[in-house]
């Protein structure tokens, strides 16, 4: 179940930020995303499990193995939502622009 | 043409810029004269600002009221810290939805850029959490900033 709520809360920390940062490049294990950080393996599995809940990474079964990719449709879900908040400060700035236009005008007394 | 740009910086900033053809002493004037902001921050149609009072000077206070006319609505309230006509304004605001949202600290930067502005807003939040809380629910209206790309943090 994707939540944006959850989806923020989980991106709010370097850790799952770095680990979000390395399944961009491709699919990992827990021992490969535990490598760079001086983490222990639950310490990871905690992090990867509230990415997880989130929506933001999926798990594949391969043998014992349990390799992690991004999951693209959670990470979509949050892009459009992203885009949304930036059309709404835009649509804010564009009407700025015409503030400034009516201020120059009027400065010039048209 | 894209003249907006928004991205996060550290666990706790959002930094916001935009280019404009007028020059900084014009979008000083807009984002401090309540009759020019009550026309342009406004977030999405249909929304206006019916309460706009602002006190432009170090200590004063501003309140900023929103309805959308369908009996939805909330407001912000905020202290200014420092004003430097026409380059800088630094200011301390909270949401009111209707709880206050934990302080967001701004700095807002206005530089000559050709006849133009470049206008460069950096958000301090307290923390990560409240950041994120932030880009989830509290920007639903728009009005302050923040957007991350995604690239941006992965």
């Known amino acids: 179940m994707y939540s944006l709520d959850a989806a923020f809360s989980a991106l709010a920390d370097p850790t799952r930020r770095a680990i979000l940062g390395r399944l961009a490049r491709g699919e990992a294990t827990v021992n490969e995303l535990a490598e760079p950080f001086e983490m222990t393996q639950p310490a990871i599995s905690q992090h990867l499990k509230v990415l997880e809940d989130a929506g933001l990474i999926v798990r594949r079964v391969e043998g014992t193995k349990r390799p992690r990719r991004l999951a693209k449709a959670g990470i979509e879900a949050m892009d459009q939502w992203l885009a949304m908040l930036r059309k709404a400060l835009e649509t804010n700035y564009d009407r700025l622009d015409e503030v400034l236009t009516g201020m120059e005008k009027h400065k010039k007394g048209e | ?154």
């Open chain 2, 1 to 154: 043409m894209s003249k907006m740009t928004l991205k996060t910086e550290g666990d706790t900033h959002v930094i916001v810029t935009r280019r404009f053809t007028a020059p900084p002493e014009a979008v000083y004037r807009a984002h401090t004269d309540p009759k020019l902001i009550q026309k342009w921050l406004l977030g999405p149609a249909g929304w206006t600002m019916p309460v706009c009072i602002n006190e432009a000077k170090a200590g004063g206070r501003f309140r900023y009221e929103w309805t959308n006319g369908k009996g939805s609505g909330f407001h912000i309230t905020g202290e200014y810290v420092e004003l430097d006509p026409y380059s800088r304004i630094v200011h301390i605001e909270r949401m009111h939805l209707p709880d206050p949202t934990p302080d967001n600290h701004i700095e807002t930067r206005f530089e000559a850029d050709g006849a133009g502005t470049l206008m460069t807003m950096r958000m301090t939040l307290p923390d990560g959490k409240t950041r994120a809380a932030m880009l989830a629910t509290g920007m639903e209206h728009g009005m302050e900033a923040s957007y991350v790309r995604l690239e941006g943090m992965l």
